[in-house]
């Protein structure tokens, strides 16, 4: 596989936003949760919807998480102009779980291989769906997560990320 320059340049933004948000303090939080609440409501509202599935530690990673998503989406002009909806992000998970439910009756290992190639092919921000899996394979909380839920948590960042590039890049 050959490695594009603009998705190397991608991976080293996201290195840097994994690090600047593993730092975030209550004033970080403070102050981008009242332009999150501002720019894209969504965003809270879905922290919200998980706070009562997940442990407290298992919280705080997912909200990083979506701090990471957002920090490598706010500076775009169209994140201004257009709000995630929930129906936009129902739409895409169902998607997604149908893709998944598809996968699961694959046979053979080249033919679920070649769905999952298609499947990410059309992901503008791989790098940044990397490294959420990245950090889901390094932090303590969420590998402690039950299985089940780490799986309905991935589906709904991948969710959340095809959101925002429908919105960016007009999809």
């Avoid at 190639?117 to 769906?129: E, R, T």
Wanted: hydrophobic share 40%; aromatic share 8%; net charge positive.
């Amino acid at each position: 596989m050959i490695i594009k320059k603009d998705e190397k340049k991608d991976s080293l933004k996201v290195g840097q936003l994994i690090k600047k948000i593993d730092r975030i303090d209550g004033g970080y939080v403070n102050k981008e949760s009242d332009i999150i609440s501002q720019k894209q409501p969504f965003l809270i509202s879905l922290l919200l919807g998980y706070k009562f599935d997940l442990k407290e530690l298992e919280l705080e990673e997912i909200m990083k998480i979506i701090f990471l998503i957002w920090e490598y989406f706010k500076n775009s002009n169209q994140i201004e102009k257009v709000k995630i909806s929930e129906s936009q992000f129902d739409r895409i998970q169902q998607r997604n779980i149908h893709m998944l439910k598809y996968f699961d009756g694959e046979q053979g290992h080249s033919a679920k291989i070649e769905l999952i190639a298609s499947d990410l092919g059309h992901l503008k921000s791989k790098s940044l769906l990397t490294g959420i899996i990245l950090l889901f394979t390094q932090k303590a909380s969420l590998l402690e997560m039950k299985n089940e839920t780490r799986g309905i948590i991935l589906v709904g960042l991948k969710s959340l990320i095809e959101c925002f590039e429908e919105i960016v890049y007009k999809r």
